[in-house]
């Protein structure tokens, strides 16, 4: 707590996880080469005074990486938290700093576990905090704002990042360093955020947080999924190697519409007969994978993505294996969130 309480506004707990935001260079025009995660929570609240005014805000260091280190244990270990804080009657809504690599990855996790409408919305930066124009402070600002926010509530974990509101379902990072990296493609943004008010346009339409049959309270670790990439000349190496590791599912990031290059197919359709579960994705980025359609998925027993990509497909299929390894009802899933 760094001011007196208000009755008059939300209550906001700052969950910080690392990432840029929390990073620092050498020198005011240092963008890349820094070292990220190594400010505080503490600091990160009192370098943006301006949050203080419109919640009263509470900060936690749940943990302090880079978003390239984030792990199935720390999903975990997050998503615990935000359920614990979001069923107090004193928190409103919840902000989780974090690094951009795996930002979208995390948010749809979050998206698929979190039980509660209350709003979660996660952000990070693409300059550190030490940068020029860094724009950890302004996001952060956003970011409070959104999840003091009341029309926040219900519309499933957001990401607030360059004055845009994003659907954790269908945001991904597209350039490596640009501010402007966060998008959601052909589906796009749900909102602004302008002088501090959200403003919103668009919903997505599927399932998430209190709607979805995922329950990650009782569990300490989640099933071994992997993804094997495609490309011209690409062989049964990765996929054999990954099924030989203990993979209990296998996402394919195929090319085009989740083709299926002939010289992995036979590997795939072995680690089928072994009780892999696999799902065919794209590499593309867009667009729906269809369902029987570059390849008989009734026939393979395989489960088509739908428009979610590789990681998130990765994603949902871990939380799918939690809970069933029927084929059927996994490729309900990918219609359903
Ligand atoms: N902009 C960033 O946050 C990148 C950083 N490598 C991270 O994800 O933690």
Redesign the pocket.
């Known amino acids: 707590q760094i001011a007196a309480h208000s009755a008059k506004l939300p209550n906001v707990t700052i969950l910080a996880t690392?990432?840029?935001?929390a990073?620092t260079g050498a020198s005011s025009t240092t963008t890349v080469g820094y070292t990220?995660?190594t400010v505080g929570v503490q600091s990160l609240i009192q370098a943006v005074p301006e949050i203080a005014r419109v919640a009263n805000i509470t900060g936690e260091q749940v943990f302090q990486?880079?978003?390239?280190?984030?792990g199935n244990e720390h999903w975990l270990q997050l998503a615990k938290r935000v359920n614990v804080l979001l069923g107090q009657a004193n928190v409103d809504g919840i902000v989780i700093t974090?690094?951009?690599?795996?930002?979208e990855e995390t948010a749809y996790f979050l998206n698929l576990v979190v039980k509660s409408k209350k709003p979660v919305v996660v952000v990070?930066?693409?300059?550190?905090s030490t940068a020029l124009s860094a724009d950890g402070p302004i996001n952060l600002y956003n970011a409070v704002n959104l999840a003091g926010s009341p029309s926040a509530a219900g519309k499933g974990v957001l990401v607030a990042m360059n004055d845009q509101i994003h659907a954790a379902r269908d945001v991904t990072?597209a350039s490596t360093?640009t501010t402007d990296?966060f998008r959601a493609a052909e589906l796009g943004m749900v909102g602004y955020i302008q002088g501090g008010k959200p403003y919103f346009y668009r919903e997505v339409t599927r399932k998430h947080t209190v709607d979805t049959e995922f329950d990650v309270s009782k569990l300490d670790a989640l099933p071994q999924v992997d993804v094997a990439y495609a490309y011209a000349n690409v062989g049964d190496v990765a996929v054999k190697a990954l099924v030989a590791a203990g993979a209990k599912g296998l996402v394919h990031a195929g090319v085009g519409n989740g083709s299926l290059p002939a010289r992995t197919r036979p590997a795939l359709i072995a680690a089928r007969e072994k009780g892999v579960v696999v799902v065919r994705s794209s590499r593309v980025g867009q667009g729906i994978v269809a369902r029987n359609g570059e390849a008989n998925d009734d026939q393979l027993d395989f489960v088509a993505a739908d428009t979610l990509s590789p990681q998130k497909a990765r994603i949902l299929l871990m939380l799918a294996l939690t809970k069933t390894s029927d084929t059927k009802d996994i490729q309900r899933m990918f219609y359903t969130y």
């Open positions: 690392g990432g840029t935001i990073g990220a995660a990486i880079a978003s390239e280190n984030m974090h690094g951009t690599d795996t930002l990070g930066s693409m300059r550190p990072k360093t990296t």
